[in-house]
């Protein structure tokens, strides 16, 4: 009994001085741990802050998803002071305030850090028409009225013609006219820019001015659609059956087109006048 007594106390010592060794390391592991951990967290913060993480010039910044605006009219409207440290820029804020821009629908912003720099994502909104609206100035009658010219996109969102060539002068504006005031048409605009985007019939120019008579300045002659709220897009695929009717009429001779009823077309001839007779005195 006394042998297997002894045996037991120097396992359990054995025992104990194995765990104290286990434990030993553990604590150096976690010491060599906690070292390379903050080394490496050092190493990083002292990279962050030195001088090649800076935004020197617009040059550092790229530009993505542009179609219409340059690169350099999108930089101007970015409201960063050069030089400045990459982590000082807020790029949450920099895509808030592209988003405020009349021209731009989306925008994202990234830092890049090879090379430093930003990457800007945008969706830019596309004019598809310049729109002229006549808007009175005054409360009688013979004040005068202000032309205000604009342009609109496919959902008829206005943008000022100012912000969209501050940038770059020579961007090309669009070759459809609208006539009108803004207010009135807007609720068919979206109808009506995507029928004639899907007609074959050319249309110059878009009248509003009259809210009971659409008309339409086409390749065919002037086009009358009566009301914008009755049959828009059943009188547009009309006017593009009719693209043959040059073909059929001389179109010097045409006054206008009448789809105020698609089911029945009506092609207005311009009515000569009559030479007065002349009287012989006896």
């Known amino acids: ?13 054995g025992r104990r001085k194995k765990l104290r060794q286990k434990r030993q ?3 150096i592991q976690t010491i060599w741990q906690t070292i390379v ?21 617009p040059k550092d910044i790229e530009v993505l998803g542009n179609h219409v605006l340059s690169g350099e009219a999108i930089q101007s409207l970015l409201v960063v002071s050069y030089p400045q440290s990459l982590w000082r820029i807020e790029p949450h804020r920099i895509a ?11 925008a994202n912003v990234n830092r890049r850090l090879f090379p430093p720099g930003l990457i800007i994502q ?13 808007r009175k100035q005054g409360n009688t009658d013979t004040d005068h009225k202000k032309v205000s010219v604009g342009l609109l996109d496919a959902n008829g969102v206005w943008i000022p013609i100012e912000k969209y060539t501050s940038g770059d002068p020579s961007l090309q504006l669009p070759s459809l ?6 207010e009135q048409y807007h609720p068919y605009w979206t109808e009506l820019y995507q029928a004639l985007s899907q007609s074959f019939v ?4 878009i009248d ?41 009429l001389n179109r010097s001779q045409i006054d206008y087109i009448d789809l105020k009823n698609p089911d029945i077309p009506l092609v207005q001839m311009i009515q000569k006048k009559q030479q007065p007779k002349s009287s012989t005195s006896r």
Do not use: C, Y
């Not at 009755?230 to 009717?245: D, F, H």
């Open 25 to 27: 390391m553990k604590i």
């Open 37 to 57: 951990v903050s080394s490496l967290a050092g190493g990083l913060l002292w990279t962050a802050i030195q001088p090649i993480w800076i935004l020197k010039t």
């Open 177 to 182: 006219k609208v006539f009108g005031s803004l």
């Open 122 to 134: 945008i969706k830019e909104r596309v004019p598809v028409a310049i729109a002229q609206s006549r």
């Open 1 to 13: 009994m006394a042998g297997i007594v002894s045996v037991s106390r120097s396992d359990l010592k």
């Open 208 to 248: 509003f001015q009259d809210p009971t008579n659409l008309i339409l300045k086409t390749e065919l002659g002037n086009i009358h659609l009566g009301s914008p709220s009755s049959l828009l897009s059943e009188k547009i695929k009309v006017m593009a059956q009719m693209r043959n009717l040059p073909a059929q």
């Open 96 to 106: 808030e305030s592209l988003k405020q821009q009349p021209m731009i629908v989306q």
């Open 202 to 205: 050319n249309v110059k120019e």
